[in-house]
């Protein structure tokens, strides 16, 4: 019995479809989008908000995320009232604006001494561009992956903006043999213009050999001179200094105020010694006197004269003395000494000279 030759075509065709429609090898689904930017966190530092937060490693569908290409900051005008309800990452989609676009070498993880935060960025967002305009923003941030997909809104962040003082100016850091004292003057204004500043205190920063700036100050210093003790001759340290703000805002601090650079060297002599003795014996004299209480203390020289006579001779031409005494077995007897120490560094540093009383070698016969 012969099939109908329409149904042995629809069988064919039926076969075959599968394999003709296919163009080339099975393509991978494209990949979904980032997952949302996490632990957003967001203050007010004088006229700008400072963000930070966690970039995602990882697409929604759980792979990782190849590279970022940029990040955004997004903003909503709440008002001079402030939030009302909770804010959903939907409120960005419809009433925010884009605030920046952040390129993705900006992105890179920072020092975690910066903030003390496991923040992979940081970025200082300006408010006060216009003219400062207190009220209440808020903020969310989300990613772009390497195809310009976009990752899902932060849970935003809402700011409180007010108005504080505006940075002060640093009027230069001295060097002390034993401190690097930073200067500075007072805020006359707010970032509003209104006046006087309202000022708790200061804060002072640091960073050493161009790292990131540490706090000195564990809370508000008074002002306007701060005596850095912790540092290092041969290293190079930038101090800058920021306003707190007075009237309840714990916190809430002004701008940086423009850094001042100082490389501070040793030039400082130690003390001259003091309280030197000298005895006489036979034959010999012997020497005494305080140890130095310097650190970087490195040795003595001692020098000798005969009363009344043109000047010192160096007794130790060689090493430093390590310690503070010192024999002399080249006075004659019968003649009368002055004698003097010194004091060195380790830089090469050296005190001035402290004179002994003048003593009398006898003999052995007196």
């Not at 966190?41 to 995602?56: D, F, I, K, M, Y």
């Not at 809402?158 to 230069?172: F, M, N, S, T, Y």
């Not at 060689?318 to 024999?327: H, Q, S």
């Not at 004091?343 to 003593?359: C, I, Y």
Request: proline residues 11%.
């Amino acid at each position: 019995m012969k099939r109908p030759a329409g149904i042995l075509a629809l069988g064919l065709a039926v076969i075959c479809a599968p394999a003709c429609g296919r163009k080339g090898p099975l393509q991978r689904p494209v990949s979904p989008r980032p997952q949302a930017v996490e632990k957003l966190v967001a203050h007010q530092r004088g006229g700008s908000v400072v963000l930070e937060w966690t970039n995602p490693a990882r697409a929604i569908d759980g792979r990782p995320l190849r590279a970022l290409r940029a990040a955004e900051v997004w903003v909503l005008d709440l008002g001079p009232a402030g939030a009302r309800g909770p804010l959903k990452p939907r409120d960005f989609e419809t009433r925010a604006r884009l605030g920046r676009r952040i390129p993705a070498r900006e992105l890179r993880p920072v020092s975690r001494r910066a903030s003390g935060s496991a923040a992979d960025a940081i970025v200082v967002y300006p408010v006060s561009g216009d003219g400062f305009h207190p009220g209440t923003q808020a903020f969310s941030v989300r990613v772009l992956d390497d195809k310009g997909r976009p990752s899902e809104f932060s849970a935003p962040v809402p700011v409180d903006l007010k108005a504080c003082p505006r940075a002060p100016e640093i009027q230069g850091a001295e060097v002390f043999a034993d401190r690097i004292e930073v200067r500075w003057s007072p805020p006359e204004a707010n970032i509003d213009g209104s006046a006087p500043a309202g000022v708790a205190g200061y804060a002072v920063f640091r960073s050493v050999d161009g790292g990131a700036p540490e706090r000195l100050t564990p809370s508000p210093v008074a002002g306007p001179v701060f005596a850095d003790r912790q540092f290092a001759f041969g290293a190079s340290y930038a101090y800058t200094v920021r306003a707190e703000a007075a009237g309840g805002d714990s916190g809430l601090e002004s701008d940086d105020s423009a850094a001042v650079r100082v490389a501070p060297r040793d030039t400082f002599p130690p003390a001259p010694p003091s309280g030197i003795v000298v005895l006489a014996g036979p034959d010999v004299t012997s020497l005494s006197w305080a140890p130095g209480r310097e650190d970087d203390l490195a040795g003595y020289r001692v020098w000798r004269r005969e009363a009344g006579g043109p000047g010192f001779l160096l007794l130790t031409p060689g090493p430093l003395l390590p310690g503070n005494a010192f024999t002399d077995t080249t006075a004659e007897k019968g003649k009368t000494y002055v004698y003097a120490v010194s004091a060195s560094d380790r830089t090469g540093n050296e005190s001035s000279r402290t004179e002994s009383a003048p003593v009398a070698l006898k003999g052995k016969d007196g």
